[in-house]
């Protein structure tokens, strides 16, 4: 009796061990097929696997990634509401990632933000959250909140343009014009070609002119914080100064451009040196393009953000500068930004 006790248990050992890897291979043959395109196979894949271990967590990720990637986000939040139990931390931000941004696809900009700000707690040291997160606020309309992640995306990853752009756009929106400026400048310094760089270099037009970003519908969409009402006002009017006075002096696009920005980053620089408790925007944008103001530098700068400008004549100007665009490239990468 005892030896046949002990085969039983030897084989129920050896067929769970089987199903085991047989799940495993599953998952791993599903997930090659997704890589492929095959969304469809895929899944199939990851059924039979889930079938052998229903609880499994990667399993239930990788079929809710597939649906998702199928275009059927909606048959994916129960895969993914199993994946969240597992005790796996990376998987577990994955699953609460994927099914934010499903709320959020869905135009459900809260349980997006909500979902969001589980995975934070999980992994607060995770970048991408903080730009999905910012993206998430910035669809709802709460253009504050929506600053302040792409500030936390910024501080864990400076060299990603997505955020910088994100910090431009949003503070557009709440009127910060000096703040989006500087957003936008580092965006394409990271970013300078592509339609993406050629929508920035816009909006930096229209914040030279004095412009207010507009909604979908042409409507005015305009946030103001009262902490930073005062700073936000006289950066504007320092803005709207330099402009009218750039527009006297008849100079041609680019030169107009370089005095605009160099005497806009001056400004800001002085103002902020006056400061004792400096901000975010303070240390990591005004210091530094207060910094590049006072090189030899700018007219490398303008025509780094005006790269998609057609008119611009960049090739020629690059060909006859060459020296200085490598000294500007060279002191992009030595110069530090502080947060």
Known sequence: ML???MSLLLCCGYFS???QTSAGDLIKQGIELHNQGNYTEAINKFNEALKIEPENGYANYEMAFSYYALKKPD???GYLNKAIKTDNAKLKVAAYSLLASIYDDNKQPQKAIDTYNEAIKINPDYPQIYYNLGIAYSRAGKYPEAEQ?????????????????LYGLVTFHQNKRVNALMGLCSFILL???GTRAAEAYGNIQHILQGGILKDANGNTSISLSPKDDQQTSTLNLSLSLIAQSASSKKLSSMDL???QLKNIFTMAGE???KKTDKTFFDKFYVDYFYKLAQTNYMPAFAHTIALTDTK???ATWGKQNTQQINDLGQWLQTTQRDF
Do not use: F, G, V
Request: hydrophobic share 40%; aromatic share 2%.
């Open 75 to 77: 048959d994916a939040i």
């Open 3 to 5: 030896r046949l006790l």
């Open 312 to 314: 611009a004549n960049n």
């Open 191 to 193: 970013e300078p070609t």
């Open 17 to 19: 061990a089987r199903a």
């Open 149 to 165: 992640a792409a500030i936390d995306a910024i501080k864990h990853n400076p060299k990603d343009p997505s955020s910088q752009r």
């Open 257 to 259: 451009l370089e005095y």
């Open 271 to 273: 103002l902020a040196a």
